[in-house]
C-alpha cells in the first residue's frame, strides 16, 4: 500500500500556521506594549497629581466650606482619568489602586456641587460619575466590603481635608 502525500496542501497548511503563530506573537506583543504606555501613563498621572498640591489645598478648603468652582481643576483631573480608563488606556485595578482613595471623597463631598453644575450643562463631568461607581464595584469586590462601609464618617472627612489643606 502507497500513501501520497499532497506536498502543496501540506506546504499551504504550514503556511497557515505559521502565520496564525505570527499573528499570535504580534497580539501578545501589542498587549505587552499597551500595558506598558498604561504603567507609563500611570507614572505620569500619579506625577501630576502630586504636583497639584496648591489645587487639591484650595479644592479641600472649598469643600470645607461651600464647594464651588475652586474644586474644578482636581474634578477635570479625575474626569481625564475617567476618559483615559473609559478608552482603554488606563487599567481599571490600576486607576482602583492608585486613586480611588481621591476619587471617592472628592466624589462623595463635592456631589451636591457637581449635580448643580451638570443641570446647566450635562457633559460637564459626565465620566467622572461613571469612574466613581466602577471604583465603588473595584473597592467592594477586591476589600469584599458593602454600600454602607463606602460611607464616609464625619471623622473621615475631617481627616482627609486636614490632609489635603496641611499636605
Sequence with gaps: MRVHIDYSALAAWSAVVAAMTAVIALLQQSKRARFALGIDLLLKLNANWDSMRPARRAAAKALSEKPSSRIDEVLDF????????????????????????????????????????????????EDL??????????????????????????????????????G
Design 78 to 125: 479625575f474626569e481625564m482619568i475617567a476618559l483615559l480608563m473609559h478608552r482603554g488606556a488606563i487599567d481599571e485595578t490600576m486607576v482602583w489602586h492608585s486613586f480611588f482613595y481621591w476619587v471617592h471623597r472628592y466624589c462623595v463631598l463635592a456631589s451636591d456641587y457637581i449635580a448643580t453644575v451638570r443641570r446647566t450643562d450635562a457633559t460637564i463631568w
Design 129 to 166: 460619575g461613571r469612574l466613581h461607581q466602577r471604583l465603588i464595584g473595584v473597592e467592594k469586590r477586591r476589600r469584599r466590603c458593602s454600600d454602607s462601609d463606602m460611607l464616609l464618617s464625619p471623622e473621615d472627612i475631617r481627616e482627609f481635608l486636614a490632609y489635603e489643606v496641611e
